[in-house]
């Protein structure tokens, strides 16, 4: 081994570097961004306000540590699917933020959203029907597998990506097979 594999290692494992310390990610080595990318989404977690649902925090994507920045084209695509109560899912949301924070039980969870792409209009919480929509937020993938991909401008201020399965109760997903997963690359 190397003195740069011993390098890549320790950044990887700081969460820094190539992958930016996240798990079943890949990259590239050509491109000015560190792309392509990719990492599984947990279904059972979201940036969207829940309601007598155990769902937990959605983990951000740190755009700048893979070098992608505000002004870069990148097609957003979801592989694989989930698994819940009543049936199999493959829609994907997506939010631009300035940071990695989200709120506690407030409709507008992500503290820092910086809107892009298309409006996206979450369904209502599965219990209480109460409101989730976020107005920054876009459709990546929808469920009934038409729309797979979109292809988008990381805006300015955006440091972090949050991703969310299309779903009003979280808490019973699962990981389909293939797994649900997000892949960036350059547009």
């Known amino acids: 081994m190397g003195a740069d594999d011993t390098r890549r290692d320790l950044l990887v494992a700081v969460g820094v570097g190539v992958c930016g310390g996240l798990a079943g990610c890949v990259g590239g080595e050509d491109d000015a ?54 049936s199999d899912g493959t829609g994907m949301t997506g939010v631009f933020s300035g940071s990695s924070e989200l709120a506690a039980d407030v409709r507008e969870r992500v ?21 989730t929509d976020v107005p920054e937020d876009f459709l990546i993938a929808d469920n009934e597998n038409e729309r797979t991909s979109t292809t988008v401008t990381v805006p300015e201020g955006a440091t972090h990506l949050f991703l969310a399965a299309v779903d009003n109760f979280y808490q019973d997903n699962e990981q389909g097979d293939p797994p649900f997963t997000l892949r960036i690359e350059s547009a």
């Open 111 to 131: 503290i820092d959203a910086v809107d892009a792409g298309e409006d996206y209009e979450t369904a209502a919480t599965f219990e209480g029907n109460a409101e």
């Open 33 to 86: 961004a560190d792309l392509p990318f990719e990492r599984e989404v947990d279904p059972s977690r979201t940036y969207l306000r829940t309601q007598s649902d155990d769902a937990g925090d959605a983990r951000s994507v740190d755009l700048s540590s893979l070098g992608v920045d505000p002004g870069l084209t990148v097609r957003l695509e979801r592989l694989g699917s989930f698994t819940g109560s009543s």
